[in-house]
């Protein structure tokens, strides 16, 4: 008796590590619920985000100055860790400009670079 194919099989999609970022510093469409806890409550998303980094809890809440220097220390150290492109610079603008979108940027880069790889095997029995 043969078997009815009812779904084909998906092909597995292997992204290799990039050396830029993997979403836009505006790009909170990916994520709009994480994208407003992060305007909305920043000093929350900002613990969370540096706890799941390996980051004490409590660093984002030494934030002061006209920089946010644990932002920028943040995104630095992030562009180290995952070999992203980029310069002091441009992390220090994005971080006094617009820091509720680096912390999102940085949440869904840490995502996107931490999901599990799993290996499918297609043949049929």
């Known amino acids: 008796m043969a078997k009815i194919v009812v779904q084909q099989p998906q092909p597995v999609v292997m992204m290799a590590s990039s050396n830029q970022w993997g979403s836009g510093i505006c790009d909170c469409g990916e994520n709009i619920a994480e994208c407003c806890f992060g305007f909305w409550c920043l000093p929350c998303f900002a613990c969370s985000t540096s706890k799941k980094f390996g980051e004490c809890l409590c660093l984002p ?3 002061f100055g006209f920089i946010p220097p644990i932002t920028l ?4 150290s992030m ?3 995952y070999g992203i492109e980029g310069s002091i610079c441009n992390d220090c603008v994005y971080s006094f400009f617009c820091c509720p979108c680096v912390w999102c940027q940085m ?6 670079r931490n ?3 799993t290996f499918i095997n297609s043949r049929a029995k």
């Open 107 to 112: 949440s869904r880069e840490m995502k996107k």
């Open 79 to 81: 562009r180290q860790r």
């Open 61 to 63: 809440l030494l934030e």
């Open 73 to 76: 220390a943040m995104r630095s």
């Open 115 to 117: 999901q599990p790889v």
